[in-house]
């Protein structure tokens, strides 16, 4: 029943998602010679802050791992950041000019006479002032207004030429064959990111976390049962309380500690408590000890799980290459749409992006 849950968290997120933009791209009612972003960027940054806020003070006060508070106040921030925009991403115009303030609340002004162009975007336009820009979201309230006023107002400057259009841009990968570059590039980078990432996380679970005396429960102890099966060995203590070897690789000989296993000897183990969904608690072992002479070393269970786990960086590589492709792939194809059929252009974006 949990896995259903979640999986139909994950169906239901990109479809709030989808409904709030719906929302947003509502034609809305501007105030005159106004832009600004809709109010229901503060109430969504709001809620985001506050949500991820909440875990974030909660963690920071618990035995947690650093990284723990810290990803929740990154997703905290990201919150504020939507109220940042609200207050500060904002243009005012008249006749006169235009003042535009960006994400930083750095205002600069400019007059319609140092208009050169215009870039559309699938989701953004861009006013170009030579070399500057100034970004009108699609969801801003009276950005629709602002965009026909500078046209009017070029035109009337240049005796009727209409406002240029800039098709391709100085970084632009597709060479202006592509709506919304910036997205396809944030995409493509995010996604690389969190392939890196995910190696990183495999590289250091797999080698850069060995278990040692330091990071281990020291327990004394006494086991009445030695049961091997498979790749593993359980074990029962006196006190009834479960212990496994796990990932025991070949050539182990488990007949030294099945002869311990008699209630009475007691044994200096070293392991690490596991609490499985699915199954009963348990002690993995990683280290034990019968008097000075060990039994089972901390070398062993961490070659052990090496060997076990290194496998698995298999799958960010094939992801890397994968994605490299799709990505080199969708360059050359968004490069050059007209050589290739619609069915490939599809492969890599969707309809209307592509400008044939």
Known sequence: MEYIVRGLSFLIIPIIVSGVLAFLRQPKKAEKGKVYLPKFFVILGLITSTIFLIPTLITAFLDEPIWVPILFFAFSLLGASFIIAFVNCRVSYDEDGFVAKNFFGVKRKFTYDQVTAIKENMHEDYICIGKRKVMIDEVSVGGIEFIAYVRKRYRTIHKGQALPKIHKTKHDIFNGNVDDVFGFMFAYIMIGVVIVAFAIFLVWHIYGNPCTVDNTIEQEVSFTSCIAKDDEIVLTSTDNKLYKIRFIGEGFNSDEIKSVCDGKTLLTTYSK????????????????????????????????????????????????????????????VGRNPKRFSKKIIKLFFKDGYVKY
């Open 273 to 332: 408590e596991v609490t499985p969904d699915d199954e009963d608690d348990y002690y993995s072992i990683k280290a034990i000890l019968n008097g000075d002479a060990y039994l089972l070393s901390f070398d062993e269970t961490n070659r052990w799980h090496q060997e076990e786990y290194w496998p698995l960086l298999f799958f960010p590589i094939v992801f890397a290459i994968v994605w490299g492709a799709y990505v080199a792939g969708s360059i050359i």
